[in-house]
């Protein structure tokens, strides 16, 4: 049976989760291994805003990569890098390893700001996805918050953490650790250690996201 590993570090503590699923198909349902930074894509205003993936890497190329801060109306992206890649851990039968990683840095949510919510920012995050033969691990890490009222010390994959006005209004939610797994369970894994969706009540539309992963487990 294959076996998915997923690591989550809150800002202050840390929990590990194992869970077994089913030997996987002949093609897994997330790539062989990819990373990026992070990526942002709403509309306020009538202003559409758009930062595409940053800093992304998969192990069949480019297998490494690096961003310099970018800074949009609302949003802002500091430098970040990630690195995707290949060992061969036994030669003579062909096993490999797929380790995709992604750091990132300085970022910071406005667009919030204007409608009475919070600014929220983030010192630091990395994000880690492992294939081997036998399964996967993946795993995430965050620093530095501020703006996210009430968060727990201790944060568990897929936490809905919502950011409100001083009223209570609702103008997004965060969901850190957001796993994924396909159905059928093949053994793969995609993480997003931090993904902000703006509601109806904020009139922005769209999402941004930070530190993205996946991986399958190697042939």
Do not use: Y
Request: with cysteine; aromatic share 4%; glycine share 12%.
């Amino acid at each position: 049976m294959k076996q998915i590993r997923a690591r989550r570090f809150g800002a202050l503590t840390a929990a590990l989760v194992l869970g077994l699923v089913i030997a996987p198909p002949a093609w897994a349902a997330n790539p062989a291994g990819v990373a990026s930074v992070g990526s942002a894509a709403f509309t306020k205003a009538g202003t559409q805003i758009s930062v595409p993936p940053l800093a992304s890497c998969a192990v069949e190329g480019p297998t490494s990569n690096q961003s310099e801060a970018v800074v949009r109306t609302g949003v802002r992206f500091g430098a970040g890098t990630s690195t995707c890649s290949t060992a061969v851990v036994d030669q003579a039968n062909g096993t490999t390893t797929t380790t995709s990683e992604a750091n990132g840095s300085d970022f910071e949510l406005s667009a919030l700001v204007s409608l009475g919510g919070p600014r929220l920012r983030v010192a630091n995050w990395k994000v880690t996805c492992t294939g081997t033969e036998s399964g996967t691990n993946a795993g995430w890490s965050i620093g530095g918050l501020r703006g996210f009222a009430g968060l727990p010390e201790q944060i568990p994959a897929n936490h809905v953490h919502p950011i409100t006005k001083s009223d209570g209004t609702v103008l997004a939610n965060a969901t850190f650790g957001e796993t994924i797994l396909p159905e059928p369970n093949d053994g793969s894994i995609a993480i997003t250690m931090l993904r902000i969706r703006f509601t109806e009540a904020s009139t922005i539309t769209g999402e941004v996201a930070l530190g993205t992963t996946a991986c399958s487990p190697t042939p």
